[in-house]
Each structure stands twice: as structure tokens, then as C-alpha cells.
């Protein structure tokens, strides 16, 4: 079935579409609502982007690979994001991210077998002042403890 | 000297509504002043007495920024906010966005007033989901209210404010590397001239701001321009008002605190900060974010000419050197955005150095030669040290790489990579001709204190 967005997020484009003077100023809010919907840009995607904006799909492909948040392909269920970058490191962001690996039995890049969870790292996420940090999908999760750790992990698994 | 403020956090503990915001903190009242009193070039030359240094990183002066934007005969002017935080150790921002979003909107009314814009975007990091939801909550209430729209307060003077959202990518924080991806295209930062005011978002004129520079601009007008930037203990050097200063690292309470511009690192780390963990002594500070290059705890600032503006300090610490752009210039560093990352001693200054040589290898944009190959380079180079495969002529090679980069790129990015490379191999020099002569190993490599 070819790829079309939920009524709901066509409302919501319909709104961002009246915000900016051009077509093309949409090209990232319109990648995240097909993101959100679909988990991942698909090249069905790309260029329903592409007929959607008038812009041509080489532009958004062009824009999926320079940022980092648009998945090139499928993801789990669930992302785990930890930060690694040098103000978490120095409050045991390294010990985090080997619990993590341990705990999911991969290693950061990597889906779980069943396909729930992905973890990756990621670089600051302003969060300097409550770290160490991890981003489970929309939410931030601060001041983390192996136990608090465990604790997120082992509800994403079973969710 | 530590002064304790609250106008951008009076509210942090209060809530985030519009009601608590103008009932709490005379919320509203200096816009509605501005557009009902002043004329645009009134509001622009009141702003320049505030002496508001950017509060991203450059600290340029805010009311000379807004005064380069000029009427254009068939285009119209555009604010943009900067709200992509992600320079590591700054965490400041998003306090705002969460905690105080409506000091924000009523900034950009009087932001979009000062420089002839109808439209501001605010482009926040997509990461940021909480700061999105308060600032589109914020801006739904101010509109409810007749703030925002067709004719704020009344006046016939439209403003309209969206939020707009990035992808993950650190480079966006470059102004013109966030006006390309406002636009829906890569974020490549554009050269320059022209420069924003010129031709800036959708090729029109536009100022950009730094979000926290614009939250601060209903109590500069509130209390008076002049008045808000006496607050700072460098009003005399053009400093002026209150910033958020956030502490981070190996401090027993890391936290975000609004003061008058100007307290030291040491009181920053030790009245705010609690002191450093396990009572270690401090070995070196990132002073704003991880571009500014990095202060040791033993450094002296050197200034014996009765001339230089660094004079009244001279023989002191650089910790008990108030915090300010041209006081953290003139000890070598940079201001950047006031977040003090504190590293205790026993940190590894060569692991510390390779965690954020990966980030500017990872958040290259990769447009120019020098940057992409240059970053990547930097980081294999460090890496290679720290496995115990380097040697003496690694390190030179380390310094020689960073300078090649200097100067050399379109944008910063290249020089906020190379000067905190040149920082370390400077600094920590024996650590660095440790790891090359394998007398320090990375099996003894921590950053974290225990």
C-alpha cells in the first residue's frame, strides 16, 4: 500500500504549511510527522516528501542523510539514546552505556533480536547539570543510577 | 562578586502559565509598554544601553545586532531564535523553555517590534520535546490573550511566533547553518557576507538571537535599559545585566543559577556548585561550552602593563577572574555560553581531549575540506595516542592539524575544534608525552571521580 499520512498528521501539515512562505521550509517538520507514523524514511517516503512539497526527492533525500535523528532504516520498537559527550562522561556516562549494552545483550548501533529496543549513543543533549542522562524515545531521563537504568530497561523490554 | 537575581527565574518554582507569569513577574508589561509607547527606533537605542552580550557563545552586542537591520522597500524582516542548545556542557536554555517560555514570547514581541518583523520562528533542537510542548502552550495562551496576533496589546503591529524543530545536528546552532535548515534544507552553514541583516531566512533580512538573550529582554525593558545593565559587576567594561550560569562536571551540585554578570569560576564551583567531589582539588575548567579552551587550576593571569584591561587582575587566578567576554578573552579562553564544565584532579586530560574530538568528528558538517578531514584526523591522532600507539610526533602532528584548520573554513565550527585541541596540547603537554612515551597508559584512564 503506497505511503499516505494519517488524517490527523495531514491536519497537522495542512497548519505547518501556513507558517513559512515556502513549500520547501516543511521539508523537515513533514519527515518527522512520516517518521513518527512509519518509525523510519523509506524511499516511498523520500519521495512522497518529494510530490508533497514540489521539491525534488534528491533535495530530501539530501536532507535525510545530513541529520542524524531520520532513520535510513527500519529501528526497534523503542530508541535509547545515551549521552556520551564530555560533561556526562565525567559523572559515568561510559559506565551507563556498558550497562546498557549488558542489559540488552547488543552493542550501541544495534537492534534487540525481538525488535524492541535500539541504542545508540548521542552527543550533548543539554543535560549537562542532571547527567548522566538517557533519551528513551520522547522523554529524558536524568540523574541515572544502575538501578534507576534497569529499571527503564526492563519496562522497555516487556512493553 | 556573587549576586543572586531572579528575573528569568523567579518563576522556575511558581510555574510556567501565562497567569503565574503575569501575575508573579509583571509579566507582559514591558511589551505592552514597548508597543504603545515607543516608536521602533526608541525601542532599538534603549536596547543598546542594556549592553546584552549574545548569550550564545559570541557575545555580541544585542542592541548593535538589532540596529544593523534596515527597512527593505518589498521584503519582509524575519526574528529567529536560537534555541538549538547543544554545545556540550551548556544547559541553560532548556531551563528556559521549560520553565519561564512566556519570558520568551513577549521577548520576540519586542524583538519582532525592534527589527520591523511580523514573524519569529524559534528553532529548537527535536530532541527538546518538553521545551517544544511549553513553548507551543506558552505561545497558544498569549494568543488566547490578544499578545500575539493581528494586533498585540491593541496595536496594529502583527506578530506571530511558531516553533520550528531541527533533526539532531550540532552544526544548526551556526546561524546560518539554522537559516538552511529553517529554509528545509541541509544544515550547511552559508558564507558570509551577506550577512543575516542582509539577506537571512528565505533570502530576507533577519536577526538572530540566542534564545536566553531574548528571554532577558522584558526585564531589561521593565527595569530600564540602563538600570538592567548596571546590575552586572562589568557594566563599566559593557558587560551588562544577568545571565543564567550553569555548573557541571565533578561539582557536588550541579545546577543552572541566574546571577548579575560576573562571579568567578571559584565561586561558581564553591558557593554554587557545592564544592568538587570527594573534596578533590580542581585540575582545569571548560569555561563555557566545549569550543572554549580550557583553563588549569594554576594559571596566573599575566598582565603587567598598567594599560591592559587585564591589569586590575594581574597575579591573580583566572578563577577569580569575573566571568565575562572580554575578561575570558583577555586570559586566553572564551566566555561562550557561562555553563562551567569542572574536571577534578585525576581526570585524564588525553581521554577528556578524545571524547570531544569524537564529537566535533561526528558533528563536522562536512562541507568544507579542512573541517571534515581535519576533525576526523584530530580524532584518530588522539585515539591513536591514547591506545599507547602514538608517539612524540603524534602530538605535533595534533598541533599542526589544528592550526591548518584555523582560519581555513567557512564557518567556526573549524576554529571551535581547533582551539580547544591547541587548549589541551598546551596545557597538559606532559600527559600527552606521557601517553607517546607509554608511561601513562589508558588502563589507568578516568574521567569519572570516585
Known amino acids: 500500500m503506497a505511503f499516505a499520512l494519517s488524517p490527523e498528521r495531514e491536519r497537522e501539515l495542512q497548519d505547518i504549511l501556513t507558517r513559512y512562505p515556502t513549500r520547501m521550509a516543511a521539508t523537515i517538520p513533514l519527515l518527522h510527522l512520516c517518521q513518527d507514523q512509519n518509525g523510519w524514511v523509506s524511499e516511498e517516503i523520500i519521495q512522497y516528501v518529494a510530490n508533497k512539497l514540489d521539491v525534488p526527492p534528491a533535495h530530501v533525500q539530501g536532507v535525510v542523510t545530513f541529520y542524524t535523528l531520520f532513520n535510513q532504516k527500519p529501528v526497534g520498537k523503542h530508541q535509547v539514546w545515551v549521552c556520551r559527550t564530555l560533561p556526562c562522561a565525567l559523572r559515568g556516562a561510559y559506565g551507563v552505556i556498558a550497562q546498557c549494552e549488558k542489559k540488552l545483550g547488543i552493542h550501541v548501533g544495534e537492534t534487540t533480536k525481538n525488535g524492541k529496543v535500539t541504542l545508540r549513543t548521542a552527543e550533548c543533549l543539554a543535560s549537562c547539570g542532571t547527567a548522566p542522562m538517557m533519551q528513551v524515545n520522547k522523554e529524558y531521563h536524568e540523574n541515572l543510577t544502575p538501578e534507576r537504568i534497569d529499571a527503564i530497561l526492563t519496562k522497555l523490554q516487556e512493553s | ?450
Not at chain 2, 602514538?390 to 592539524?401: K, Q, R, S, V
Open chain 2, 1 to 450: 562578586m556573587l549576586v543572586r537575581t531572579d528575573y528569568l527565574t523567579k518563576v522556575y518554582s511558581l510555574g510556567h502559565s501565562l497567569d503565574v507569569y503575569e501575575r508573579q513577574a509583571q509579566g507582559y508589561q514591558a511589551a505592552r509598554k514597548v508597543l504603545l509607547t515607543m516608536t521602533r527606533e526608541q525601542v532599538v537605542e534603549e536596547a543598546k544601553k542594556a549592553n546584552i552580550r549574545g548569550r550564545g557563545g559570541a557575545g555580541f552586542p544585542m542592541g548593535i545586532k538589532w540596529s544593523f537591520m534596515r527597512p527593505h522597500p518589498t521584503k519582509p524582516a524575519y526574528l529567529v531564535i536560537n534555541a538549538d542548545e547543544g554545545e556540550p556542557g551548556t544547559h541553560k536554555d532548556r531551563t528556559l523553555m521549560e520553565l519561564n517560555p512566556h519570558s520568551i514570547i513577549e521577548g520576540c514581541i519586542i524583538g519582532c517590534y525592534a527589527i520591523g518583523a511580523n514573524v519569529a520562528y524559534i528553532y529548537v533542537r527535536d530532541e527538546l520535546h518538553l521545551s517544544k510542548e511549553r513553548l507551543w502552550g506558552a505561545i497558544k495562551e498569549a494568543q488566547a490573550k490578544g499578545y500575539l496576533g493581528k494586533t498585540p496589546f491593541g496595536k496594529n503591529y502583527p506578530v506571530e511566533v511558531y516553533v520550528h524543530t531541527g533533526a539532531g545536528a550540532y552544526i544548526c546552532g551556526e546561524e546560518t547553518s539554522l537559516l538552511n535548515s529553517l529554509e528545509g534544507r541541509r544544515g550547511e552553514p552559508r558564507l558570509k557576507p551577506p550577512f543575516p541583516a542582509q539577506a537571512g531566512a528565505f533570502g530576507c533580512p533577519t536577526t538572530v538571537n540566542n534564545l536566553e538573550t531574548i528571554a532577558t529582554v522584558p526585564a531589561a525593558f521593565m527595569l530600564g535599559c540602563e538600570a538592567y545593565s548596571k546590575l552586572s559587576a562589568l557594566h563599566h567594561i559593557a558587560d551588562g545585566g544577568v545571565r543564567l550560569y550553569g555548573i557541571n562536571g565533578h561539582v557536588k551540585k550541579p545546577c543552572v543559577v541566574e546571577l548579575a554578570c560576573g562571579p568567578t569560576i571559584n565561586e561558581l564551583i564553591y558557593d554554587i556548585g557545592g564544592g568538587i567531589l570527594g573534596d578533590k582539588p580542581l585540575m582545569a575548567v571548560i569555561p563555557g561550552g566545549s569550543s572554549t579552551p580550557v583553563l588549569r587550576a594554576d594559571e596566573v593571569v599575566d598582565a603587567p602593563d598598567e594599560k591592559s584591561p587585564m591589569h586590575a587582575w594581574h597575579g591573580k587566578n583566572v578563577m577569580d577572574v569575573p566571568l565575562g567576554v572580554d575578561t575570558m578573552r583577555g586570559v586566553g579562553t572564551m566566555l561562550g555560553t557561562c555553563c562551567v564544565t569542572v574536571m577534578a584532579e585525576g581526570t585524564d586530560p588525553v581521554l577528556a581531549m578524545l571524547n570531544l574530538m569524537q564529537f566535533y568528528h561526528h558533528e563536522s558538517c562536512g562541507q568544507c575540506t579542512p573541517c571534515r578531514e581535519g576533525s576526523a584526523w584530530l580524532d584518530r591522532t588522539v585515539q591513536k595516542l591514547y591506545d599507547g600507539n602514538g608517539t612524540t610526533e603524534d602530538i605535533a602532528l595534533l598541533a599542526d592539524i589544528a592550526n591548518n584548520i584555523m582560519g581555513n573554513t567557512i564557518c567556526a565550527f573549524g576554529e571551535g575544534t581547533a582551539m580547544p585541541a591547541l587548549g589541551f596540547l598546551k596545557k597538559f603537554k606532559r600527559e600527552f608525552e606521557e601517553y607517546a612515551t607509554g608511561t601513562r597508559t589508558k588502563a589507568q584512564a578516568r574521567l569519572t571521580v570516585d
